[in-house]
């Protein structure tokens, strides 16, 4: 019953499987590395614009400036972080290096968080491309969504956190700043703020990768689960990890609709 010829059959379609299954994982394998160095492309410049204004910030800013509006955990430093991060240009990553910054000169938990909320959901430029892809009203309406839920949670963090106690600042700290030119701004964002958060960088490009290398790009818009309120918490869900740009969204969210 076992002769060569029925013996080369049973085994002939096992090795054409086997090597359909090597060839698909090898084209997913260089579809995760293309997907890999696209985000580490776009990545790059907003954090590397994140990291020299964390810098520019802790050479050249007051630190009185910091210690004024941004120390004290109550509802006015809470108001003016999310008012400086509205209009940034920053995204998810290069808005936690400045945040990181300001934490280190000074600013509150509340206020810190506030920052890091409204800075990534919009800015100057998010907003126009917003109001040209899908009009003014949507356009004001982010701005007003990324002020209210960066105010709700840095009175939710300073209201449910132990205060920092806040130091008095000394007289050169009121009148200066720190000192040491753009030399120190690129040795303070590299190896100071840089050094401290490489590695979870690293962890979400390359989660960031895998879930766009294995999510197809028309997922949502053919499932019909994709309408009504259901659609929308679970599209948010979804969403979350992903690394896009707030003015890189905008024409992905013009296409859906």
């Known amino acids: ?64 400036f910091v210690h004024r509006g941004l ?12 008012l400086v991060g509205v209009p940034l240009p920053l995204c998810s990553c290069g808005v936690i290096p400045t945040a990181l910054g300001l934490r280190r000169e000074g600013a509150s938990k509340g206020a810190t968080t506030a920052f890091l909320i409204s800075t990534p959901q919009t800015g100057v430029d998010s907003v126009l491309v917003s109001a040209a892809f899908l009009g003014w009203p949507f356009a004001l309406f982010k701005v007003v969504a990324a002020f209210v839920t960066g105010l709700i949670g840095g009175v939710l963090v300073n209201r449910l956190t132990a205060p920092d106690p806040v130091p008095a600042p000394s007289p050169a700290a009121e009148s200066g700043s720190s000192g040491g030119g753009l030399g120190e701004a690129v040795r303070y964002a ?21 879930i766009t290398t294995l999510l197809p790009a028309d997922y949502f818009a053919s499932q019909s689960w994709s309408q009504g309120l259901w659609g929308m918490l679970v599209v948010l869900v979804i969403a979350l990890p992903l690394y896009v740009c707030t003015t890189g969204s905008v024409p992905i969210a013009a296409s859906l609709i």
């Open 1 to 64: 019953p076992w002769s060569g010829d029925r013996y080369l059959g049973l085994r002939s379609e096992p090795d054409s499987a086997a090597s359909v299954s090597s060839v698909e994982m090898v084209s997913l394998f260089a579809d995760f590395l293309n997907a890999l160095w696209q985000v580490l492309l776009d990545l790059s410049p907003s954090l590397l614009l994140g990291l020299l204004i964390a810098g520019l910030i802790h050479v050249y800013l007051p630190v009185g």
């Open 71 to 82: 120390s004290r955990p109550d509802l006015k430093g809470v108001v003016r972080a999310s």
């Open 190 to 210: 590299v190896m100071d703020l840089l050094g401290a958060i490489d590695l979870w960088i690293l962890a979400g490009v390359f989660v960031a990768a895998l």
